[in-house]
């Protein structure tokens, strides 16, 4: 979307702190590759609006200058895109009818919303998914909860749920000739099943109905591109358009696994079920050698040591994890652990500053670059770096106290440089509602909150002491604690 040929100046204020920040300024160099980079943190942002002075354009990526007011002076001198994701900022701008070019969208992070906006329609690099799904801390679908993003091409129209559901969002009736009428409400679509018994849904955009089958609208907008052009059902379901029961594959993978799952009478990956014995046996083939990992009286049995098998071979990338089915392990959780952290910690060990050389590999933009190859060296680097770092997490917890504050519980540590990774080793969801590190710098305070929790909206809290962020990650500075330390 480089409509701004004309442009002589450009200038784009990035999220420093963050990878998503990073990611997103990275994205926005590669269109104007002489556009001046301007890092901002919140608390930590006095000097923007003095380095915008004479340029024409000015792009804000995941990021935006609080109060709001800041924004609106600057819109007033200059042209403003903003693609941001942090909702209180996105609140705040929609309290005073703020409006400038640009998306904000709460529930996709911001280097999502740069890529989709400069690259309309095209499919989004692995590294910029991975990034995205570790920024908004998407917990919801990881722990099996319905979560809501627009469907691609159709924003501000419909968004489909990790459950695979549609709904048309609340807009204005148009009649034939365009004129608007009564607002027409929020609903729930009802699908209807194509002629290879496919769920689908009409969608009206720009005046043309399109059927769209909602396994690949769900693909779309939640799952990692890896290269097919196909959606699998795992379980064989073709009804079962739950995010968690769905990948990405190609036509050779997607006939594989339709033969697979005809035998043994098992939907589970590796599974089968030998009648003479009256056992399930977990199996696989691997390079042309078939391996038998074992029997069990239980057919999930056979699906988790299939799939500790595959995990401790380190061929997680190779073969397909068991998720599909109820009872088995749940996509997100595995892909979690052995896809999206990994590769957040590699990317922190790798020169990573928007101007490096490594973004345009990542993003697929230099010929002959393996970028699949590229990311699972990121993916194993970072594995490497987490085995340390839980470790370090577990001691730094030993000081850890809890409290309550904000109407919540809280487990709390003097910390810098933490993340939500830190708590692991005493976060207990059944008597935590909050993750709180704290450490002193630069005269400041500076507080970090996260969540899991459904119901807890920490970007909330942040946004009520300065700062800001979204529903699970969020922070700010101050002067004084808000909280007494104990002792």
Known sequence: MNEESEVKKVACVYHSADLDGKCSAAIVLGQYPDCKLVGANYGHDEHVEGELEGYDLVFFVDYGLQPISRMVALSERTKVVWLDHHESAVKAAEGVGYNPDGTRVVGKAGCELVW???????????????????????MSDMLGGERWLPVAGYEGLYEVSTLGRVKSLSRPYKNQAGECGAMQPEKIMQPSLNGAGYPQVSLWRGGVLRAQQIHRLVAQAFLVPTGGEEV?????????????????????ENMAHAKKLGWGSSGYYGVGYRKSRGLWIARVMVRGVRHHIGEYQEEQEAAEAYDLWVTQEGLEHDLPLNFGRSGAKKRESVFWKQLVLPFQYGMRTAPNDPDSAIWPCLFGLVEETPVKQLVQDLVQDGKAVLLYVAQQNAIAMWASFEMEHWGYNCLVVNRGGANSQLFESKWDPERHDIMVAFYFSRDLWKVYLYTDKEGVDVSKIAFAHGGGGHKRAAGFTCKELPFVLPG
């Not at 906006?117 to 991975?130: D, Q, S």
């Not at 064989?236 to 594959?249: F, K, M, S, V």
């Open 116 to 138: 989709e906006w400069f690259y309309p329609g095209e499919r989004m690099p692995e590294a910029v998914k991975l990034l995205g799904v570790y920024d908004t801390w998407r």
């Open 232 to 252: 699998n059902h795992l379980d064989g379901d073709r009804q079962n358009n739950a995010a968690e029961n769905l990948e990405w594959c190609t036509r050779a």
